[in-house]
């Protein structure tokens, strides 16, 4: 081949490699990289018949010094976290149960919708070991909401209310004693990648409290990939 | 007795002038920024928890990247000439002559050098750079748009990376015609010996660098979440990124308008003899209208985002309306600087090539007084229509119509524009360069930008269409389609002057089609799909916009190779160019007049002019 054409190849190649590098490191940007994955237990009987099932037990910080963000709290040691990490990876047509403990207060949540159990097996959890459909919108931590558009992969829709600790119950350093802890069964669709969030407005201090940890990745936010 | 003593040579020792380059101006900028970093760190105390904002991590980090601005600028050299001018000792002879880069090669292009040949192409490798970048970019973001599910990037990677891409490319085509070719050819076509004011022509380039590492540094801080337009209270929520942001904003307003003053000077006070207002080119008006836009617009651009900086590392409320702030005074002050500042880019690239039409027609430039009315019609409405971006926001519903009207009333002067293009080429002896071909280009994008642009200035199509895919194609027609095409025709134009080589044939006509066809594909998908709904930037979208979204990602995958091919013509055509003649198109400005390499004054006796620049005959009959 031309000499000339094969240096205009190899500029557009290279050049197409470069933005392609770009690309790929933006799209690991995650900030929090590490996946927790769901750990297997056996199968479960469900309205949808007997089902395999695997577990996830996460929980929810007042600061940043647990978690994922190592011993010193990282960039942001002050910020509200969700933890080990936010990504999260459970499989496909399969039943899962989530245990998350929350160390963290609360007041009120914008929208009252949050504070009810949806896409539940029968729309409901346990909330220290009591069953419950929904909690006041008044005495919310915060919640664990996953969404996304149901475009090519099944639709997924699956928000549980945290309950806030009691004022009293925090302490002025450290986590409290007494968390308050939810469990919620759901049943995942096919594989697909959605994403969760809080939707309880926790990004203290920032106008709208959306700002901070809840407009920054890796705290009360992330991945929830339901692999096939 | 005489005695013998060994003389040692002395070498002179050297100036402070003549150690700073660009490589202690990155030292002493990463310096200072980790020093007041840990300074900042330590002394600042803690918020109250009571605080309605969190902004301690806000001061340090502006703090840190004000460090870096200073020791950036302070190491390259831009505070020697201010501290000895208050000294009451002005730079002598030599460091000027040394500071204009006289006989240095190419290390000139390393330091504060004020030879405006050489801030023409710092200029030209920036722009380069800024469009290699934000172009980058957008393949990211249509990549991720290719499948309506998205989800390549992380939602809010993706709004960091339409932020960057926006911000990154308004910048790049302010600067694309005005920066390379307002320096380099601007004072040389007007007959002058150099910028009125050298070192503050180095100024505006060398902000525009220490510029840069605010906004690469934001991105590793959070990004840039809240699109270009950066409204309030929306930055006020955002991340870090957002501070990189404001710092970039602010240096790169100074050096608008420190630009801005020296262009405007240059061409009032230093034309050649002769050189009435008449017989300036074209393209000098062009330059010359879009830095005096550029003068009263970038002030408040800065203003809004020192504004924005004190909301948010100081808790003031100008746009918090929980503290009795407005998030409409952003947007005013925005859009303020927003509109004119469409017609910054346009102007001059439009005006570049009615300059090359007479050449490339053999023909006098088609009414040159409407021309010159034309580029002072759309000036003067272009700082009276800026709330036409607002007619949703709820701000002055009273005021839509009188706004409306100026923005429709706007089409006029540009008509005048399209007129004066449409002449020039009419009966004209033809000469089909790439240069010719896009003003052919130009009249087609511009023509599709410029009514589309009509149905958004109307306040009930506005209310369908705004916030829409439509507007991203509609400013994407006006500002590449018609912009940026005018700014590689200047490229190609005036490469030869440029680099003493003429710019492959072969390869600018195949950049050319790829990046005109890929462009028109590209865009066309957009207007489709914003005509049919999809709101502007989203990172996934329903199924029923796929086909056209997976249009516009082909379209602009075909761009990007266009563009590719093109950066692969400049540097092997500055390399191994066929070398080229004084005056390879026989144009009739000075700028031909002068050999290859141009002499650092330009011209050994100053030209004296007579007549104007579009001698060129009567049109064919």
């Not at chain 2, 706007?410 to 360069?433: D, Q």
């Not at chain 2, 400005?589 to 104007?612: M, S």
Request: hydrophobic letters at 50%; charged letters at 10%; a neutral charge.
């Amino acid at each position: 081949m031309n000499k000339r054409v094969l240096a205009v190849l190899g500029t557009v190649i290279l050049g197409a490699g470069v933005i392609a590098g770009i690309g790929t490191y933006v799209a690991a940007a995650k900030n929090d990289s590490r996946v927790l994955e769901a750990t297997p237990a056996g199968t479960m009987v469900t309205p949808q018949g007997t089902l395999p099932h695997a577990t996830l037990a996460i929980s929810v910080y007042p600061d940043s010094m647990a978690g994922s963000h190592g011993d010193n709290g990282g960039a942001h040691p002050g910020y509200v976290t969700y933890g080990p990490v936010t990504n999260f990876e459970v499989p496909a047509h399969s039943v899962i149960t989530m245990t998350v403990t929350n160390y963290d207060g609360g007041e009120s949540l914008n929208n009252d919708y949050f504070a009810r159990v949806r896409g539940t097996i029968d729309g409901s959890a346990t909330l220290n070991g009591q069953r419950m459909t929904q909690i006041s919108p008044d005495a919310v931590g915060h919640t664990f909401t996953v969404h996304g558009l149901a475009v090519g992969q099944d639709e997924f829709f699956v928000s549980v209310p945290m309950k806030a600790v009691a004022e009293e119950d925090m302490p002025e350093e450290g986590y409290t004693s007494k968390p308050n802890v939810t469990v919620f069964t759901f049943i995942t669709g096919g594989p697909g990648e959605y994403i969760w969030n809080c939707e309880y407005p926790c990004g203290d201090g920032t106008i709208a409290k959306f700002g901070a940890a809840m407009s920054t990745m890796g705290y009360m936010s992330g991945h929830f990939t339901v692999k096939g | 007795m005489t005695t013998l003593t060994q003389q040692k040579e002395v070498a002179p020792k050297k100036s402070i002038i003549e150690k700073l380059n660009v490589f202690t101006a990155l030292a002493l900028g990463v310096i200072s920024a980790i020093v007041v970093w840990r300074i900042s760190l330590a002394l600042l105390p803690q918020d109250s928890e009571s605080a309605r904002l969190f902004s301690r991590e806000d001061k340090i980090t502006l703090l840190s990247m004000c460090a870096w601005f200073v020791g950036f600028m302070t190491g390259i050299g831009a505070l020697v000439g201010p501290f000895r001018w208050l000294m009451g000792k002005d730079l002598s002879h030599s460091e000027n002559m040394f500071l204009a880069g006289e006989n240095m090669g190419p290390k000139r292009y390393f330091r504060y050098t004020t030879d405006h040949k050489v801030v023409g192409i710092q200029y030209l490798f920036i722009t380069i750079l800024i469009f290699f970048l934000g172009g980058g970019l957008a393949m990211l973001i249509r990549t991720n748009l290719g499948t309506p599910e998205g989800g390549w990037l992380h939602a809010q990677a993706y709004n960091s990376v339409v932020g960057t891409h926006g911000i990154l490319m308004i910048v790049g085509t302010i600067i694309m015609v005005t920066g390379p070719f307002g320096n380099f050819i601007m004072p040389i076509m007007i007959g002058a010996r150099d910028m009125a004011f050298p070192r503050l022509n180095a100024l505006s380039f060398w902000l525009i660098v220490a510029a840069a590492v605010p906004l690469i540094w934001g991105q590793f801080i959070g990004g840039i979440t809240t699109g270009w337009s950066a409204y309030n209270p929306l930055a006020g929520q955002a991340p870090l990124g957002m501070d990189g942001y404001i710092m970039y904003i602010c240096i790169f307003a100074i050096s608008t308008m420190v630009a801005g003053a020296n262009i405007t000077t240059t061409v009032v006070k230093m034309r050649a003899k002769g050189m009435t207002w008449n017989r300036t080119p074209i393209f000098i008006y062009g330059v010359v209208a879009s830095v005096a836009l550029a003068l009263p617009a970038f002030p408040v651009f800065f203003l809004s985002q020192v504004l924005s900086a004190f909301d948010r590392a100081l808790d003031t409320s100008f746009y918090n309306t929980a503290g009795g702030g407005s998030g409409w005074l952003y947007e005013n002050l925005f859009w303020i600087m927003g509109h004119p500042e469409v017609y910054v880019i346009l102007i001059p690239a439009i005006a570049a090539l009615m300059e090359m039409a007479p050449v490339f027609t053999r023909r006098p430039l088609f009414s040159f007084n409407v021309a010159v009315l034309g580029i002072a019609g759309i000036s003067g409405l272009s700082v009276l229509v800026w709330a036409h971006h607002m007619y949703i926001s709820g701000w002055a519903p009273l005021l839509n119509a009188p706004f409306m009207l100026t923005t429709e009333l706007i089409s006029i002067p540009t008509g005048m524009l399209f007129l004066v293009l449409v002449g020039t080429l009419w009966r004209g002896r033809i000469w089909m360069t790439m240069p010719l071909m896009s003003i052919m280009a130009l009249l087609w994008n511009f023509m599709i930008g410029g009514v589309t642009g009509i149905y958004l200035s109307d306040v009930p199509a506005d209310a369908f269409l705004h916030g829409s895919m439509y507007v991203t194609a509609h400013f994407h027609f006006t500002l590449m389609g018609a912009g940026l095409t005018g700014a590689i025709a200047s490229l190609v134009y005036w490469f030869p002057k440029m680099t003493g080589r003429m710019f492959d044939k072969t390869l600018s006509w195949i950049a050319f089609w790829l990046v005109q066809i890929g462009f028109n594909v590209a865009f066309i998908g957009m207007f489709l799909v914003g005509l049919a709904g999809q709101p502007r930037r989203v990172e996934s979208y329903a199924p029923t916009f796929n086909t056209a979204n997976l249009v516009t990602t082909i379209g602009a995958y075909i761009v990007m190779i266009g563009m590719l091919v093109l950066l692969h013509g400049v540097v092997s055509s500055a390399l191994n160019g066929v070398k080229a003649p004084k005056n390879p198109w026989q144009a009739k400005t000075l700028e031909w007049t002068v050999d290859y390499p141009i002499p650092l004054e330009n011209f050994d006796v100053l030209p004296t002019v007579t007549t104007d620049a579009y001698g060129y005959g009567k049109a064919k009959s």
